[in-house]
Nanobody
């Protein structure tokens, strides 16, 4: 059974950092394009970052460029989203998603497998 599980969310002050993890069971993440998305209350799901199969491509939304970094650890079958210099507007539920593609996409409709999400709250 294919399953994605996010972890690492929480409450952090503005300017702080969090590292989100996306772990998988039932398949090898290194063979998939992985996307990170977020959804704030009352807003549409937004593509934040993604990484292609074998790190063939990466993407960052303009709103997070220079602050967020996506990476893989194939030995741990995990993809990370390192989030630095967090802002209140980064507050959202963050989801990881996977698709059997070489290149990643910032569009949610491109992904078949989804995790349950992890809450990130940036507040003083």
């Amino acid at each position: 059974q294919v399953q994605l599980v996010e972890s690492g969310g929480g409450l952090v002050q503005p300017g702080g950092s969090l590292r989100l993890s996306c772990g998988a069971s039932g398949f090898t993440l290194g063979s998939y394009a992985i996307g990170w998305f977020r959804q704030a209350p009352g807003k549409e799901r937004e593509g934040v970052s993604c990484i292609g199969r074998s790190d063939s491509s990466t993407y960052y939304a303009d709103s997070v460029k220079g602050r967020f970094t996506i990476s893989r650890d194939n030995a741990k079958n995990t993809v990370y989203l390192q989030m630095n210099s967090l802002k209140p507007e980064d507050t959202a539920v963050y989801y990881c998603a996977a698709e059997w593609e070489r290149y990643c996409s910032a569009y949610a409709a491109s992904y078949k497998y989804w995790g349950q999400g992890t809450q990130v709250t940036v507040s003083s």
